[in-house]
């Protein structure tokens, strides 16, 4: 009894393990930007060039998916050269010292047809925060040149730098502490 049973456990596990998918951006189609506002009057676009995200999924639709990012703070550009430098330096994000910006799903709930709220960890400066964002699947078709499946999703909300330690020095009426996100991404198998 005991070896039908590791048998039937072992052939479970091999099944659920067949049916999880890894998605993977496409780099050439995905963008991670952020946007703050500068003296109250103007708006600041600004990007990371070089980002990765994971998505792992058992399901379809998505709906237990888990989404995984690794950002290289390093490549922030808001295509002004003396002030992306300024991004870089020990004033905001102090890349010397913290290089990375991560961010990893732990709940993932239906606000609508295909739309989600995306909680997970969210590491910039060295601190770590729960965050929850606004996600909409856009769907999975097969692209017609490469003939393989693709996925998309847009990722939006904001989050607070002061909660982070970025830009202590520099307070909201100099550049706002709410920091509104967008992500873009097209993902492959």
Do not use: C
């Not at 072992?10 to 189609?29: L, Y």
Request: hydrophobic share 40%.
């Amino acid at each position: 009894m005991k070896k039908f049973i590791l048998i039937v456990s072992a052939m479970v596990i091999t099944i659920a393990g067949f049916s999880q998918t890894t998605w993977t951006n496409d780099k050439m189609h995905s963008k991670l930007t952020f946007t703050v506002t500068h003296l109250g009057i103007s708006d600041i676009f600004g990007l990371f060039k070089d980002f990765t995200v994971t998505v792992t999924t058992n399901k379809e639709d998505f709906s237990d998916a888990v989404f995984e990012l690794t950002a290289d703070v390093a490549s922030i550009s808001t295509e002004v050269e003396p002030r992306d430098n300024h991004l870089k330096s020990e004033d905001f994000f102090d890349v010397a010292k913290y290089p990375k910006l991560t961010f990893k799903s732990t709940a993932i709930k239906s606000s609508g047809k295909d739309k989600y709220e995306l909680t997970g960890d969210l590491t910039i400066h060295g601190v770590t925060k729960s965050v929850t964002m606004d996600l909409w699947y856009r769907g999975t078709i097969t692209n017609p040149m490469s003939k393989k499946p693709v996925t998309g999703f847009q990722l939006t909300g904001k989050i607070d730098r002061s909660q982070f330690g970025i830009g202590p020095k520099f307070p909201a009426a100099a550049v706002s502490n709410d920091v509104w996100i967008k992500a873009d991404g097209e993902f492959g198998k």
